[in-house]
């Protein structure tokens, strides 16, 4: 009985070391809420996919959205949206469709997470990247964003790539 509890407790510590809601601390809200606060306050969205027991999720909220500064940058210029990738709750989309949050994510082919998205005001897609990111590269993507050059460049030749 000793080692199933010791086992059960073991079990217990990774599956709570591998467990990713959204970054504590912030003001994230869900896909609904979160397209009509953009569309009346006219800052862009910043969609967080996650899903429970994703490692990298966990990583990047530990890693990345730890830092004081981003968590300030964020919070003041985008509406902040988490998606549970895995979710049956229904949504709105732009055009008024309902579909699951399961569902958006196939259609933005969010097959790993995390996967972040950023849209206009207004719904529209502006581009969206997977996988564990740095403060820098958030920092990047703002600048990118909210100075507008996502409607005359890539994200690549932005940052000095080519395309």
């Known amino acids: ?4 509890r010791w086992l059960l407790a073991v079990c217990g510590l990774w599956v709570g070391a591998v467990l990713a809601d959204p970054p504590p601390g912030y003001d994230f809200v869900g896909f609904d809420a979160g397209l009509a606060a953009a569309k009346a306050s006219g800052k862009p969205v910043f969609l967080y996919f996650g899903r429970y027991g994703c490692a990298w999720c966990d990583h990047t909220n530990k890693k990345t959205f730890s830092d004081p500064e981003l968590k300030k940058l964020y919070s003041t210029h985008y509406v902040l949206v988490y998606v549970d990738a895995e979710s049956g709750r229904r949504v709105t989309l732009p055009s008024g469709e309902r579909i699951t949050e399961a569902e958006l994510g196939t259609r933005l082919n969010a097959f790993a997470t995390p996967l972040f998205v950023y849209f206009t005001p207004k719904g529209e897609k502006i581009m969206q990247i997977p996988g564990f990111k740095t403060v ?3 920092r990047d993507y703002d600048r990118y964003v909210r100075g ?3 409607r005359d460049k890539t994200l690549l030749e932005f940052l000095g790539g080519k395309s």
């Open 1 to 4: 009985m000793r080692s199933v």
């Open 148 to 150: 507008g050059h996502y």
């Open 136 to 138: 820098q590269d958030f």
